[in-house]
Structure formats: C-alpha cells, structure tokens
C-alpha cells in the first residue's frame, strides 16, 4: 500500500505537470487499485480480530467499533456546563433515594421473610488465604489496562513495571484481607455519566446511567478476593442452579439457550409457554446491605473476618 501510494502521488505529479488525458486514466486506475488494497486489508484485518476475540466482552467491542458506536457520550445542553457535575450527582443519588423509599413501604422483615432459604451447612470461609505475588501478577495480566485518573501513575506504567511493584501491591491486598478492612481511599470512584441508548435525547436525565470507574488496586483486591469466593461456593455446592450472571463460564448465552431448550421442550409436548420478564431499576444501588450480610453469614457461610471484609 506504501508503495502505491507513492506511485499514486508520481501520477498525480506527472497529469499535473503535463494534462494529458492518458495521464489522468493512469492515476485514477492507481486510485482504485489502492481502494480494493485498503478494502482488502481491512477485511483481512477485522477477519482476524473476530477468529482471535477470546472472550464475547471483546467481540462486543469490536463490533461496537466497526458500526461506529464507540463515539463520545453527548451531554445536557439544558444545563450549564460547569453545574453539570451537581445536577448529574443529585439526579443519581434522588433517583435511588426514591426507589428505595418505595421499597422500604413495602417490604417486610428479613427475619419474617416468606422466602425458603437454604440454611449453610458445609465449611464456613471465616478469613482469605494470603495471596502469592505470582497470584497478584496473574491477575494482573487478566485485567484491563485502563487508568482511573484517581490512579496514582497510568496502569500501563504500572504492568511495565511489574516487577518491581508486584511486592508492594501484594503486601497492600494481604493487609486489607488479614484485617477485614478494604481500604478508605480506594473507595472512591469517578462515576460518568453515559448514555442508554444514542438514539435517546440527551436533555432527559432519566436517559442516563452512571458508571463507575475505580482505582486500579481497588479492582485487584476484588479480583483477588472474588477468585477466593468463587473456591468456596464451588466446593459447598452453593450456586443456583439457574445463575447464568457473575459465574464463570457462564453468561446471557447460557440463559438464553436454557430459555431456548425450555421453550422447544415444551413445544415439543404440545405445550403452552408463558414467558416472564422482570426488570428492576437501580438493582445494586437498591439493595439492602443488612440483609445482604445476613444472608452471607447464614446462607451462604461466610463469617468472621471474611464477613467483615464484605461489610468494610
């Protein structure tokens, strides 16, 4: 392609200096040699991206990007820019506030609760197993290389120099697992508000969601501690049997195929199907963290200083 285009550019030189007709034919038959090239190349190239995408997350994006959706997030006109930040913030906050309060009208005790739940009967998690900095540096190279610009020095810096900051990044996630205590300042997010849909209005705040974005150590100490996690519901057995979401190995195509099979099951026998969907509005912000650590403790086992880690 290189070297067509400097052919291309001699063509271009040669009409100019002499207009002959000959001389525009020969650049413009240049032009459309390099177009097929480029359209070639491309295709070859995003070809490839697709075989090589190990995970759907990446297919996603790359999807996203080759139908152009990957362009800036527009915001409110409506409002001044510099009170942008307030109105986004007490938009957000107001809007789960509201939602809480109306659950907070209806919903009962979780001791009179009217669910069955599972009571915990296998090898209770009380405390997280120090971590090995070949453990911190492996996880490392499965997480994404993004900076949050509450991070002290870009993450890319960070996997450069791995080795010499491995010991130290080990030493802080084995300290905040032996307390129980997550770290105040990796608490902290930088929320961004982003657009539901680009065909939404952008003036209409509700067409909004927030997004965190944490420090690169905050999301290191959860990967860490989730793998933990994972270990202990794998062996007591402790997954529902229909989760498909935040479990490995499994996905929205894994429910949707269970919802597929159950569907031509049913078919099949000749009989009616009725689907069900439930959507809930701001499901993690809304959740009661009393109850979640009740049920942590006495559903699921998980005590002691491991319990006070989830509860920091």
Request: with cysteine.
């Amino acid at each position: 392609l290189r070297s067509m285009k400097q052919e291309r550019r001699r063509a271009k030189r040669r009409w100019l200096s002499t207009g002959l007709t000959i001389h525009k034919e020969i650049m413009n038959s240049i032009k459309h040699k390099i177009s097929r090239l480029v359209s070639d190349a491309k295709s070859t190239f995003y070809n490839f991206k697709v075989s090589t995408s190990s995970t759907v997350k990446e297919l996603y994006r790359l999807t996203n990007n080759l139908l152009g959706k990957c362009t800036s997030t527009p915001l409110p006109s409506v409002y001044p820019t510099n009170q942008l930040p307030q109105v986004f913030s007490d938009f957000f906050v107001n809007k789960v506030r509201q939602i809480r309060d109306s659950i907070d009208r209806q919903v009962v005790h979780p001791s009179s609760h009217s669910v069955s739940e599972r009571r915990f009967s296998g090898t209770p998690l009380c405390g997280f197993e120090t971590v090995t900095q070949e453990a911190v540096l492996k996880c490392m190279k499965k997480m994404s290389p993004k900076t949050c610009v509450l991070d002290p020095i870009p993450t890319s810096l960070l996997f450069e120099c791995s080795d010499q900051v491995v010991p130290l990044l080990t030493t802080i996630v084995n300290q905040s697992l032996a307390t129980g205590i997550f770290p105040s300042c990796m608490k902290s997010a930088v929320v961004k508000p982003l657009l539901k849909k680009p065909s939404l209005d952008p003036n209409v705040l509700k067409h909004f969601r927030p997004v965190s974005n944490l420090p690169f150590v905050s999301k290191l100490i959860e990967k860490l501690v989730l793998d933990q996690l994972f270990r202990h519901l794998d062996h007591n057995n402790l997954w529902h049997t229909f989760q498909s979401a935040y479990r490995p190995k499994h996905s929205t195509e894994t429910a949707l195929l269970r919802v597929l099979n159950d569907l031509l099951t049913a078919s099949d026998s000749g009989s009616i199907s009725i689907l069900t969907l439930l959507d809930l509005s701001a499901a993690f912000d809304t959740i009661d963290h009393s109850i979640l650590l009740t049920r942590l403790d006495s559903t699921f086992g998980i005590r002691d200083l491991a319990l006070s880690f989830f509860r920091s």
